[in-house]
């Protein structure tokens, strides 16, 4: 069994970069797989191990290093992550802004807060993610953007503002932290009455008794690919071409051949690139064999 942990903390963190070698090492000990994003702006994780007590070890290293950071802890019954990586990046999520996420105070609604903040009709509830996610599945009645990555959730934002305006609205997205992002351009665009699911999607499946307002799987961006309302995997494969999910049905269109394309992006690449493609997906299939 995988033990999965989740955190991420905001705020001014000027040597971000003094602890990657440090914490490399403290993972590689551990066997610890996964993806940790240091930043000027803070910190973003997602790491797994199937040694005891492992994640345990890095919550309290990561807590004696930067204090008060809290782990959220899953499990699976595959392996989430083939190898370590510690990135540096000058944003935890590229947002197309020049906001800092730690300089917005969100108010956060716990699980069963928020089950009953968005059956109250009044209010406006937006999936800040990306709409191949969305489309996998995401909240009942959610207000849905056509956006292909985060970098356009702003303009859609101020396109809309006038339906927002006035209005109580939650946001969500898979662990929270597109979330801290997204307050800048809400600000922006002069919408202050915000609301946040504490710990994303992952932890309202997680906490939540009642997961009747949550239609279909969560994307998740790992081998899992998806995970259902139970939090175990989901039947969603990827196309590692586009890197986004494909059901059983998609599998089936002509489109999709395996490592090089499918009916999502077989019009984005060139002829170059799938034959790119198609090499890498040999070199994979060898090394299996």
Not at 30 to 47: D, H, M, Q, S, Y
Not at 149 to 155: A, G, L, T
Request: glycine share 6%.
């Amino acid at each position: 069994m995988f033990k999965i942990g989740t955190f991420y903390k905001c705020f001014n963190f000027p040597i971000y970069k003094k602890l990657e070698d440090g914490l490399r090492d403290h993972c590689v000990k551990r066997n610890i797989k996964g993806t940790i994003i240091l930043t000027p702006e803070g910190i973003n994780a997602t790491v797994s191990s199937e040694r005891d007590n492992a994640l345990e070890d890095l919550n309290l290293y990561i807590n004696n290093l930067i204090g008060n950071i809290k782990f959220r802890f899953t499990s699976s019954d595959i392996s989430p992550f083939k190898r370590l990586k510690i990135k540096t990046r000058k944003e935890l999520v590229p947002s197309g802004t020049k906001g800092k996420s730690y300089n917005h105070q969100s108010k956060y609604l716990m699980p069963m807060e928020w089950h009953s903040f968005i059956t109250d009709s009044k209010n406006i509830v937006i999936d800040v993610r990306n709409d191949y996610e969305s489309k996998v599945g995401t909240f009942r009645n959610s207000v849905i953007p056509d956006i292909k990555n985060f970098r356009e959730f702003k303009s859609f934002l101020k396109k809309n503002k006038r339906k927002f305006k006035n209005k109580k609205i939650g946001i969500f997205c898979t662990g929270g932290i597109r979330c801290e992002k997204a307050l800048h351009s809400f600000e922006k665009e002069g919408l202050n009455d915000i609301y946040q699911l504490q710990g994303g999607i992952l932890n309202f499946l997680s906490e939540s008794k009642d997961k009747s307002s949550w239609q279909g799987d969560c994307f998740v961006f790992d081998e899992r690919v998806t995970v259902t309302n139970e939090l175990s995997p989901g039947d969603y494969k990827q196309c590692y071409a586009c890197r986004r999910p494909l059901s059983k049905d998609d599998l089936q269109k002509p489109e999709y051949k395996k490592g090089i394309s499918c009916h999502n992006c077989f019009f984005e690449k060139t002829e170059s690139d799938r034959i790119r493609y198609a090499e890498r997906q040999k070199q994979f299939d060898m090394k299996k064999t």
